[in-house]
């Protein structure tokens, strides 16, 4: 962690954000460790954490839903991520959904799916993008067209990058599967917006994959048509997003 990333996480902790005290927690080594310069009053990383626990934990065992989910970073014991989930932590119940997914706990397998599916449900309910994305790809593989279009333009509409694609190439039908109606300009637009990430990773050569797909469909007025929707979307809807979390997992 170098100096200026400090200097702001202190100043989040000082005015009490636990996630900042946690990330402080989580350092291992400072810049300041490697030159043999750190200030003498500056916290060691388990000051941070225990500062953290000594906060959430009375919060925590009075019901507060958050704190329980930060016990169950401080911790990372399952049971305080369930009580989250139970107390409608919106996060919360999208990892419960995901390690059961990945095959967490024990059940029946009609069970698990129940399990599954009731979380996820919770979540996008909650109005966590992530959940609503994964509860629109539950409801997918059950064959519930009309819920996996809802969920999935709900989840794209919050701005959120992976949902934004996926609508935007159902919308092109590239690929038609979903039953969505043929709405290529809406959908060259989405995808398009996403041009403007630079943040590495796979996403330009997909969207570059996708625009190419979409516009040997359309005409070139209409893409110039998609360009003033993608515009217009990004005037009227919140800023596209991946919804990192707020601690590495």
Not at 53 to 62: G, S
Not at 66 to 88: C, F, P, Q
């Amino acid at each position: 962690m170098n100096p200026e990333a400090r200097k702001w996480y202190e100043a989040s902790a000082a005015q009490g954000d636990l996630y900042a005290m946690i990330q402080l927690g989580r350092s291992e080594k400072d810049l300041c460790q490697i030159s043999n310069d750190c200030p003498s009053d500056q916290k060691q990383p388990i000051e941070w954490l225990k500062q953290a626990q000594n906060i959430a934990k009375p919060k925590a065992e009075n019901g507060d839903a958050e704190s329980m989910y930060i016990m169950y970073e401080l911790t990372v014991d399952k049971n305080w991520l369930k009580r989250a989930a139970d107390a409608g932590h919106p996060i919360a119940q999208y990892w419960m959904g995901i390690t059961e997914k990945q095959g967490e706990g024990f059940f029946l397998p009609w069970q698990r799916q129940e399990s599954i599916e009731k979380w996820f449900k919770a979540s996008a309910e909650g109005g966590y993008p992530k959940g609503m994305r994964e509860y629109a790809i539950f409801l997918g593989e059950k064959n519930d067209m009309d819920g996996y279009r809802k969920w999935n333009e709900k989840s794209a509409l919050t701005g959120y990058v992976s949902t934004i694609f996926e609508y935007g190439s159902d919308l092109a039908h590239e690929p038609d599967l979903y039953g969505y109606p043929l709405d290529a300009v809406k959908g060259y637009a989405l995808i398009y917006m996403l041009k403007e990430l630079d943040g590495g990773g796979g996403m330009q050569a997909d969207v570059k994959d996708q625009l190419q797909k979409i516009s040997s469909k359309i005409t070139s007025e209409q893409i110039a048509e998609a360009k003033k929707v993608a515009e217009s979307w990004k005037e009227t809807h919140p800023p596209l997003s991946f919804f990192p979390e707020k601690l590495s997992h």
